[in-house]
T-cell receptor, first 115, second 113 residues
Framework: DQQVKQNSPSLSVQEGRISILNCDYT??????FLWYKKYPAEGPTFLIS?????DKNEDGRFTVFLNKSAKHLSLHIVPSQPGDSAVYFC??????????????FGAGTRLAVHP | DVKVTQSSRYLVKRTGEKVFLECVQD?????MFWYRQDPGLGLRLIYF???????EKGDIPEGYSVSREKKERFSLILESASTNQTSMYLC????????????FGPGTRLLVL
């Protein structure tokens, strides 16, 4: 049973436009959500997180939105740059699951930003 | 900056060999993790440790064991490597203060022939 789903395996966006990556979850106990970016043959890099007490968190070009009623979060990248081309993983955890130690990852979305 | 290092970037082993993957973090984090990443499956937790000599099974512990003798070092052991353990192995660490992200090492790509 996939508790965290990224339904789009890939996304192609033009440089300068907005990239929107989506993630859905099923476990209502999740209260901390993260996005990681991964280049080939490298480890994931932490991008941005959001706690369930918020519905939006911004960091530079990256904004994460959380819709708890829909159990949905999204990552917006504005403006998109070619260096953003990577695989993006959504992850979720709960204070009840090993004190946030257990992260459940989605399968990832491959973003390609083209000139 | 958090630094998590892994002993090898690439490894080739034969079926039945004992394999050791080492991970070291320099941020005095209490918690350390081992994942494997396979295409289309995301990252799956093998084991984690919340303190020296403490360990907990993750979602896919079968065929693996771990060792944490020092706070900064967490080892993953494949007792008898099999071809279905060919994968990318990722180590991570995080502090206990909640909530905080996990920080990952560069990964070890293991090929079992």
């Amino acid at each position: 049973d996939q508790q965290v789903k990224q339904n789009s395996p890939s996304l192609s966006v033009q440089e300068g436009r907005i990239s929107i990556l989506n993630c859905d979850y099923t476990n209502s106990m999740f209260d901390y959500f993260l996005w990681y970016k991964k280049y080939p043959a490298e480890g994931p890099t932490f991008l941005i997180s959001i706690s369930s007490i918020k519905d939006k968190n911004e960091d530079g070009r990256f904004t994460v939105f959380l819709n708890k009623s829909a159990k949905h979060l999204s990552l917006h990248i504005v403006p998109s740059q070619p260096g953003d081309s990577a695989v993006y993983f959504c992850a979720a955890s709960s204070s009840l699951s090993g004190g946030y130690n257990k992260l459940i990852f989605g399968a990832g979305t491959r973003l390609a930003v083209h000139p | 900056d958090v630094k998590v290092t892994q002993s090898s970037r690439y490894l080739v082993k034969r079926t039945g060999e004992k394999v050791f993957l080492e991970c070291v973090q320099d941020m005095d984090h209490e918690n350390m993790f081992w994942y494997r990443q396979d295409p289309g499956l995301g990252l799956r937790l093998i084991y984690f440790s919340y303190d020296v000599k403490m360990k907990e099974k993750g979602d896919i512990p079968e065929g693996y064991s771990v060792s944490r003798e020092k706070k900064e070092r967490f080892s993953l052991i494949l007792e008898s490597a099999s071809t279905n353990q060919t994968s990318m192995y990722l180590c991570a660490s995080r502090p206990t203060r909640d909530p905080r992200p996990q920080y990952f090492g560069p990964g070890t790509r293991l090929l079992v022939l």
